[in-house]
């Protein structure tokens, strides 16, 4: 059923970076949703695999002293979406991990994994992007921290370096203090399907939550990567909280990003409701944060 040359067993993240230094061909797996089912359909043939899966370490979301919020790279779907300190700062994000597959992909699949595939649907990496997250990735050389704009190169491709692998994500205090989001998946279907568009929207507004002193928004298959649209975040950011703002917010996310035809949808289709979602977003944060249209 499972093809593979050999499976080495990480017993402490440096033996991990010392396996991906002696066996650079080797895959990576964690929870394993992503790969087992590549290799049961033949495509990873004769693989090596090096799994991580059993360092604890790599697990759970913390606290650091200086308001970081630190998810590590294995903790599961399931668990973010559950954790207090998710709950709190970001619950946004248990929102968005909550819509990946079935319960038994959220019990297994891990924020790392979701992130470390590179593909753009991954229901994760809108909400991290708009949270300006930032990537910590431990090799050879130490420890290497990327914000995640940067962290994805193209379609199925981001920053790892030979000898790496990646730790943890971390959300700055400034990201996620006093800021609170919505976030939509529109598929084809309600559950286990792959995301046509996600949309990430998270607002700031002042003390009286009549102005919006910070928007950011991000998206998910509108684009080879996952995008952010500084556009249309300009046009909220010192806004008055009004449809008028919305309704320019939501159409200006057109000037950012990039979608295209696919089996799945049309780019007009992908167009029309990327501002839709848009709109909605923003709506639903604007509510969350406590002002009124």
């Known amino acids: 059923m499972y093809d593979m040359k050999a499976l080495y067993e990480a017993r402490s993240v440096a033996d991990a970076v010392r396996l991906r230094q002696e066996h650079p061909q080797a895959q990576i797996i964690a929870g394993g949703s992503d790969v087992l089912v590549q290799m049961r359909e033949g495509k990873r043939a004769g693989a090596e695999l090096i799994s991580i899966y059993g360092l604890d370490e790599l697990r759970g979301v913390t606290l650091e002293a200086d308001g970081t919020l630190r998810i590590g790279s294995l903790t599961s779907f399931s668990h973010i979406t559950r954790d207090p300190l998710i709950q709190t700062y970001i619950n946004v994000l248990g929102q968005a991990v909550d819509q990946v597959g079935g319960p038994q992909i959220r019990n297994i699949g891990t924020i790392g994994g979701n992130t470390c595939n590179g593909v753009t649907s991954a229901d994760s990496a809108s909400t991290l992007l708009a949270y300006e997250a930032i990537v910590e990735l431990t090799g050879p050389e130490g420890v290497r921290r990327v914000p995640i704009e ?3 190169i193209k379609a199925g491709v981001v920053d790892i370096r030979p000898g790496e692998i990646q730790t943890a994500l971390l959300v700055p205090k400034d990201s996620y ?6 976030y939509i998946k529109y598929a084809m279907r309600s559950a286990m399907d792959i995301a046509t568009l996600g949309c990430s929207v998270n607002v700031r507004l ?6 919006v002193l910070r928007a950011r928004v991000a998206y998910g298959v509108a ?8 556009g249309a975040e ?3 950011n010192g806004r008055a909280v009004s449809e008028e703002m919305v ?3 939501s159409r200006a996310v057109l000037e950012d990003i990039h979608p295209r035809d696919s089996w799945r ?17 923003m709506r639903e944060s604007i ?5 009124e249209l």
Do not use: N
Request: with cysteine; proline share 6%; hydrophobic share 30%.
């Open 150 to 152: 940067k962290f994805y």
């Open 177 to 182: 203090q006093d800021t609170v989001g919505h």
């Open 206 to 211: 002042s003390e009286d939550k009549k102005t």
């Open 223 to 230: 684009g080879p990567v996952p995008m952010r649209c500084p």
């Open 234 to 236: 300009a046009k909220a």
């Open 247 to 249: 309704e320019e917010f």
């Open 265 to 281: 949808a049309s780019k007009a289709f992908r167009e029309h409701i990327a501002v839709e979602s848009a709109k909605r977003c």
């Open 287 to 291: 509510r969350l944060a406590g002002g």
